[in-house]
């Protein structure tokens, strides 16, 4: 049990060009899901949190108008990153919270982004 | 806000022997603190975790232990094995885990055959 999805698993895409990724809870509901990004031999750094339909909360520095989040319901959230730029490149990992565990995070498998 | 430090950054020991990772943190009121394996190019997986009303805790070769006094808290990894190099990371959380992670900068657990 526990499950969480994203897609894709990894994107290659031009320079000033959105992409999207989708992160899904396959077998509990999410009532909170978390974004956040992994740059290479680095650790993770949160950069949002999102709830079923409410805003997003961005954590300092990262750009809201760049990262969107949506969180159309309690088993999906999307990240979409408009006018990709080479330095977005990175490892975007979901979380959800929920499940069997009492407020335990499960992460998903993680997107890597590549902009050229 | 939450500062997780994580030591060592690489950890080399041989197969059979334990392995300890410590972390500190510094928001005394963070009450949560997973541990998570991650492999080369994959998610972190949860492999154990401690909430602030528990002093330490077991689950086969894993333990945790926590005292917050300190703002301390470590993972031991017994009768280690090939399978369990990997890189580790703390993390800290006021908000249980329904609250974004502070993570530590990671471990690499190397196990020498």
């Known amino acids: 049990g526990a499950v969480v999805s994203q897609h894709p698993s990894w994107v290659i895409c031009k320079s000033g060009t959105s992409v999207k990724i989708e992160c899904r809870s396959l077998?509990?509901?999410?009532?909170?899901m978390f974004w956040y990004r992994q740059f290479p031999k680095q650790s993770l750094m949160l950069m949002a949190t999102?709830?079923?339909?409410?805003?997003?909360?961005?954590e300092q520095g990262v750009e809201k108008d760049k990262f969107l989040i949506n969180h159309a319901s309690l088993t999906l959230s999307t990240l979409t990153v408009t006018s990709a730029h080479p330095e977005d490149s990175s490892f975007y990992i979901c979380?959800?919270?929920?499940?069997?565990?009492?407020?335990?995070?499960?992460f998903g498998p993680g997107t890597r982004l590549l902009v050229l | 806000g939450e500062n997780v430090e994580q030591h060592p950054s690489t950890l080399s020991v041989q197969e059979g022997d334990s392995a300890v990772i410590k972390c500190t943190y510094s928001d005394s009121a963070s009450n949560y603190f997973p541990w998570y394996k991650q492999e080369l190019g994959k998610g972190p997986q949860l492999i154990i975790d401690i909430r602030s009303n528990v002093g330490e805790k077991k689950d086969q070769r894993i333990a945790v232990t926590l005292n917050k006094t300190a703002k301390h808290f470590s993972l031991h990894i017994t009768e280690t094995q090939p399978e369990d190099s990997a890189v580790y990371f703390c993390?800290?959380?006021?908000?249980?885990?329904?609250?974004?992670?502070?993570f530590g900068k990671g471990t690499h657990l190397i196990i020498q055959p």
């Open positions: 979380s959800a919270e929920g499940g069997s565990g009492v407020e335990t995070q499960y």
């Open positions: 999102s709830n079923e339909g409410s805003k997003a909360t961005y």
């Open positions: 077998d509990f509901q999410a009532t909170t």
């Open positions: 993390a800290a959380s006021i908000g249980g885990g329904a609250d974004g992670l502070t």
